[in-house]
């Protein structure tokens, strides 16, 4: 019986090492502006830092998944595409230490995504009336990633690559809200 509860007790005990171990730290990159709080086992590797538009890039292929949202964006005066992360996704993602978000990216490429994500019909009723916002939640493989500091405030962007998978979309009466 005391083998049998020291073998036990050794187990236990591993058991809680490697819980506590948990995943490694997170890497710090002081810049300039901000530090970058980049996950050690994410997916997405540094690439660049362009001082003057105060970007970050990354390279690498991620899937992300969370709730989309397109509509008429007054402050581009253009139609855009936002995507607001789950949890699992947002852990992924590099982030400003000082500047970290709400979890939201932007989609560069809004007219690829739209064209896979949402059916026709619902961007023709949308644009008729010009208000509101379609939405609806999907899974995308993305790449291009961009942390940046705009209007002092986060920013942060991938490219549009293809659907992982998708919900139906639907066409929310409220207004669309993005901003500066």
Not at 12 to 39: F, H, K, Q, W
Request: proline share 7%; aromatic share 8%; with cysteine.
């Amino acid at each position: 019986m005391g083998r049998r509860f020291l073998l036990g007790l050794l187990a236990v005990l591993a058991l809680c090492g490697a819980t506590a171990a948990g995943s490694p730290p997170p890497r710090l990159m002081p810049l300039d502006v901000d530090t970058l709080i980049m996950p050690a086992d994410g997916p997405l590797k540094f690439k660049s830092f362009d001082k003057g538009e105060i970007t970050a890039h990354f390279a690498g292929r991620i899937t992300l998944s969370g709730t989309y949202r397109y509509g008429y964006n007054e402050t581009a005066d253009d139609w855009s595409v936002t995507l607001m992360l789950d949890p699992a996704s947002r852990r992924l993602l590099p982030y400003w230490k000082n500047r970290p978000g709400d979890g939201t990216i932007w989609i560069d490429n809004e007219g690829d995504f739209v064209r896979a994500a949402i059916p026709k019909a619902a961007i023709d009723k949308l644009r008729a009336k010009k208000s509101g916002s379609i939405s609806g939640h999907v899974a995308i493989v993305a790449e291009d990633y961009k942390a940046a500091i705009v209007c002092d405030a986060p920013d942060y962007s991938v490219r549009f690559i293809s659907l992982a998978t998708m919900n139906v979309a639907q066409l929310d009466p409220a207004d669309a809200e993005f901003g500066c």
